[in-house]
C-alpha cells in the first residue's frame, strides 16, 4: 500500500456530512451489509478527496458509504450500510437536546454584526441610546 492510499478514521469526514446531515455523524453507528458488524462511523475508513469520500468498513472492506460533491448537488450512496443509527443527544447528556441549528449570529460578518447592534440602538428611545459620539 502506497502512502497516498493510507486511510483515514471516519472523523476526517465529519465536515462533509455536515453538508448532508444536521447531527454530528461520527458518533452515528453504521452496520456492513457485508459483514453484519456494527460500529461507530468514526471508525470507518475513509479514503477519498477534494470531489468525493469512500467509507469503508473496519472489518471486512467493504464499502459502506459513497459521497460526491459535484458542486451542483451531493451525491449520497448508502447501499453498503443495512442500517444506520443516528443520535439525538450528546454522549452523557441525556437531559438537554442538541441544538439542531447554530445561531445565526454565527454566519454574520463582523461588519453585518455591528450592523445589527447599530439597527437595535437606533430602535431604542433617545434616553436608552447612551452618549452620541462625533462621526
Do not use: W
Not at 451531493?74 to 441544538?99: N, V, W
Amino acid at each position: 500500500m502506497s502512502d497516498d492510499n493510507v486511510p483515514l478514521d471516519g472523523n476526517a469526514a465529519a465536515g462533509r456530512l455536515m453538508d448532508v446531515f444536521v447531527f454530528d455523524m461520527t458518533a452515528a453507528t453504521v452496520m456492513c451489509e457485508s459483514c453484519g458488524c456494527e460500529s461507530a462511523l468514526a471508525m470507518l475508513a475513509l479514503y477519498g478527496g477534494a470531489v468525493g469520500l469512500v467509507l469503508r468498513c473496519p472489518s471486512c472492506d467493504a464499502v459502506n458509504l459513497r459521497l460526491l460533491n459535484t458542486g451542483r448537488s451531493i451525491h449520497l450512496d448508502l447501499r453498503g450500510a443495512s442500517r444506520m443509527s443516528i443520535p439525538l443527544m450528546p454522549y452523557g447528556d441525556e437531559r438537554q437536546p442538541r441544538r439542531r441549528y447554530p445561531p445565526a449570529a454565527q454566519y454574520l460578518s463582523s461588519s453585518e454584526r455591528s450592523a445589527d447592534t447599530n439597527v437595535e440602538r437606533t430602535n431604542k428611545r433617545p434616553s436608552q441610546r447612551g452618549p452620541k459620539t462625533p462621526l
